[in-house]
């Protein structure tokens, strides 16, 4: 029984943070309908930000996440401005294949930066913050893990407020519905993506921060986390917010109680196989608005 | 106050618009009247800036437009109501209106705006919690007016309001106009619904496969023999 509740507890936290990994993708790709290839790349790039904060910063892995959002924030927007508009603005009247290529390309391209940069080893934040305790009866909570539950529930929440409730987010969200009819009633468009691409990237920093408390971060980590992000946004939605949270939940769940019964490779098929059927039956995801 | 000069504008290697030349005057309405096809929403188009032209002028208040993106185009205080509505149809009533009034950047205006509009259509204010897609045509072409009224237009560029739409419904909305004209704003109005679009206008335009045919006021319009034939079925 202890052993189950702390499985519960441990695929929470992790699906947490696994859910607000995916918020940013869903959120560019849901505004944009682009699909940014190097998200898990940025989220390798954040995780290395953070592990430079606490190592030669010094700072407290909390105490670094502001910097590296701040950072991946104008990463985001200098990404958008001056490498997909560009060719984004060439393809205006067709898809948008060649941003597919783009962010292929861009992540091949940050993947082996990061290996000449910060070599091949692993990785974890200095400090031994990350390695602290909550001890209740038989379970255990890590530090990160609560930490990353709260930080991520917090995230997702504030971001649902300000697309619902502000004036950026009313023009995102319309320009995600319709960019013409926004842009006749006076919204830049142009201006929109750089702020969502950039909106999208800050989050991945909160991610890349909360995520390196609990893995360590290689220059191909973003391979793995990246696949998995996109799973989390099909499963909860293309552009819900609130989907891409639940979504990582389940993953994170499916995980950590599939460990419970089931070799690790099973769970990671198992998360495969829901995937696949929820793309088969339910397109729109389990969370999802259908399109028009 | 929108005068348009010489205009060509197509798609890709399409040519559409052929030499077009028209103005409208503050405080008028004008009808823009022409068959399927015969490029209408490309004129609007063109002047809103969300098709490329090719060479001609549109100048609006004396600012050039041409070469201006859409949304700067709508700062400069015109608004249109796109064929087919376009709403936003995962927002509710209230969001689509007031994210016409954002562009003013004026909480106070935007909420003065959304009260005129509603005023003008108070079934939007009934169901002003509701999604846009859960609307009738009718509701829907209604919102779509009331949205672009919302950005406090001073030139209101309608395309088709009449489409799919029912006679009464059409009739409905058509009445609304003269009193929007009224409250100052300049409305160019392209329509298939010839009779009823003239009948409402001062001056109207005929293009017929790109080109201004036929220009005059109502009712040399209305008693012209090609007119009736081609658009009033007489
Ligand atoms: N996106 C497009 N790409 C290529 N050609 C187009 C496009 N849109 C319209 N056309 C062509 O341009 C011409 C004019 O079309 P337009 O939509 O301006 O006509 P319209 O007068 O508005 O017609 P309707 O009354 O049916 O709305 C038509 O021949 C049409 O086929
Ligand atoms: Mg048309």
């Given at each position: 029984?202890?052993?189950?509740?702390?499985?519960?507890f441990?695929?929470?936290?992790?699906?947490?943070?696994?859910?607000?990994?995916?918020?940013?993708?869903?959120?560019?790709?849901?505004?944009?309908k682009?699909?940014?290839?190097?998200?898990?790349s940025?989220?390798?790039?954040?995780?290395?930000?953070?592990?430079w904060a606490?190592?030669?910063?010094?700072?407290?892995?909390?105490?670094a996440?502001?910097?590296?959002?701040?950072?991946?924030?104008?990463?985001?927007?200098?990404?958008?401005?001056?490498?997909?508009?560009?060719?984004?603005r060439?393809?205006?009247?067709?898809?948008?294949?060649?941003?597919?290529?783009?962010?292929?390309?861009?992540?091949?391209?940050?993947d082996?930066l990061?290996?000449?940069l910060?070599?091949?080893?692993y990785?974890?934040?200095?400090?031994?913050?990350?390695?602290?305790?909550?001890?209740?009866?038989?379970?255990?909570?890590?530090y990160?893990?609560?930490?990353?539950?709260?930080?991520?529930?917090?995230?997702?929440l504030?971001?649902?407020?300000?697309?619902?409730?502000?004036?950026?987010?009313?023009?995102?969200?319309?320009?995600?519905?319709?960019?013409?009819?926004?842009?006749?009633?006076?919204?830049?468009?142009?201006?929109?993506?750089?702020?969502?691409?950039?909106?999208?990237?800050?989050?991945?920093?909160?991610?890349?921060?909360?995520?390196?408390a609990?893995?360590?971060?290689?220059?191909?980590?973003?391979?793995?986390?990246?696949v998995?992000?996109?799973?989390?946004?099909?499963?909860?939605?293309?552009?819900?917010?609130?989907?891409?949270?639940?979504?990582?939940?389940?993953?994170g769940?499916?995980e950590?109680?599939?460990?419970?019964?089931l070799?690790?490779?099973?769970?990671?098929?198992l998360?495969?196989?829901?995937?696949?059927?929820?793309?088969?039956?339910?397109?729109?995801?389990?969370?999802?608005?259908?399109?028009? | 106050?929108?005068?348009i000069?010489?205009?060509?504008?197509?798609?890709?290697?399409v040519?559409?618009l052929?030499?077009?030349?028209?103005?409208?005057d503050?405080?008028?309405?004008?009808?823009?009247?022409?068959?399927?096809?015969?490029?209408?929403?490309?004129?609007?188009?063109?002047?809103?800036?969300?098709?490329?032209?090719?060479?001609?002028?549109?100048?609006?208040?004396g600012?050039?437009?041409?070469?201006?993106?859409?949304h700067?185009?709508?700062?400069?205080?015109?608004?249109?109501?796109?064929?087919?509505?376009?709403?936003?149809?995962?927002?509710?009533?209230?969001?689509?209106?007031?994210?016409?009034?954002?562009?003013?950047?004026?909480?106070?205006?935007?909420?003065?705006?959304?009260?005129?509009?509603?005023?003008?259509?108070?079934?939007?204010?009934?169901?002003?919690?509701?999604?846009a897609r859960?609307?009738s045509?009718?509701?829907?072409?209604?919102?779509?007016?009331?949205?672009?009224?919302?950005?406090?237009?001073?030139?209101?560029?309608?395309?088709?309001?009449?489409?799919?739409?029912?006679?009464?419904?059409?009739?409905?909305?058509f009445?609304?106009?003269?009193?929007?004209?009224?409250?100052?704003?300049?409305?160019?109005?392209?329509?298939?619904?010839?009779?009823?679009?003239l009948?409402?206008s001062?001056?109207?335009?005929?293009?017929?496969?790109?080109?201004?045919?036929?220009?005059?006021d109502?009712?040399?319009?209305?008693?012209?023999?090609e007119?009736?034939?081609?658009?009033?079925g007489?």
């Open positions: 029984m202890t052993s189950i509740l702390q499985a519960l441990d695929g929470l936290a992790s699906g947490a943070i696994y859910g607000i990994i995916a918020l940013g993708l869903s959120l560019q790709f849901g505004v944009m682009i699909i940014n290839f190097a998200h898990g940025f989220l390798m790039v954040a995780m290395y930000l953070t592990f606490t190592s030669l910063l010094g700072l407290h892995l909390l105490a996440i502001p910097l590296v959002v701040a950072v991946l924030y104008l990463v985001g927007w200098g990404t958008q401005r001056w490498l997909i508009e560009p060719v984004y060439k393809e205006a009247t067709r898809e948008p294949i060649s941003v597919l290529i783009f962010t292929t390309g861009l992540w091949i391209f940050l082996n990061f290996l000449v910060a070599g091949p080893d990785r974890t934040p200095a400090g031994d913050w990350a390695n602290g305790v909550f001890v209740l009866g038989d379970l255990i909570f890590t990160p893990q609560v930490a990353g539950l709260v930080v991520s529930v917090l995230v997702t504030l971001l649902v407020l300000f697309m619902r409730y502000t004036r950026l987010g009313r023009a995102i969200r319309a320009t995600g519905q319709d960019r013409e009819a926004a842009s006749v009633l006076g919204i830049d468009s142009a201006a929109v993506y750089r702020t969502s691409f950039a909106i999208g990237l800050a989050i991945l920093g909160v991610a890349g921060a909360l995520l390196l609990i893995f360590p971060v290689d220059p191909f980590i973003g391979d793995l986390f990246g998995r992000a996109f799973i989390i946004v099909v499963l909860g939605g293309i552009g819900s917010i609130g989907g891409a949270l639940a979504g990582g939940l389940m993953v769940l499916i950590s109680l599939g460990a419970q019964f070799p690790i490779t099973y769970s990671e098929a998360i495969f196989a829901i995937f696949l059927a929820v793309l088969y039956f339910r397109p729109q995801g389990l969370f999802g608005v259908e399109r028009a | 106050m929108l005068e000069e010489g205009l060509h504008a197509g798609y890709g290697d040519r559409v052929h030499d077009v030349t028209l103005r409208v503050e405080g008028e309405i004008v009808s823009i009247v022409g068959a399927n096809g015969a490029g209408k929403t490309t004129l609007i188009r063109a002047v809103m800036g969300t098709l490329p032209t090719t060479s001609g002028s549109v100048r609006f208040l600012e050039r437009l041409t070469g201006r993106q859409s700067e185009i709508a700062r400069l205080g015109l608004a249109q109501v796109m064929e087919g509505r376009r709403l936003f149809p995962h927002m509710t009533v209230e969001d689509n209106l007031l994210i016409g009034g954002d562009i003013l950047r004026d909480t106070a205006r935007q909420r003065r705006n959304l009260g005129w509009v509603y005023e003008m259509f108070p079934r939007l204010r009934e169901r002003r919690t509701q999604l859960s609307f045509g009718g509701e829907q072409q209604m919102l779509a007016i009331a949205r672009a009224l919302m950005t406090g237009p001073k030139l209101l560029l309608l395309d088709e309001p009449s489409i799919g739409l029912a006679p009464v419904m059409v009739k409905e909305i009445s609304r106009f003269p009193g929007i004209n009224a409250e100052g704003v300049t409305i160019l109005l392209v329509e298939q619904d010839v009779r009823r679009s009948s409402l001062r001056r109207g335009y005929v293009i017929e496969q790109g080109r201004v045919v036929l220009e005059g109502r009712d040399f319009l209305l008693g012209n023999e007119v009736k034939r081609a658009y009033l007489v």
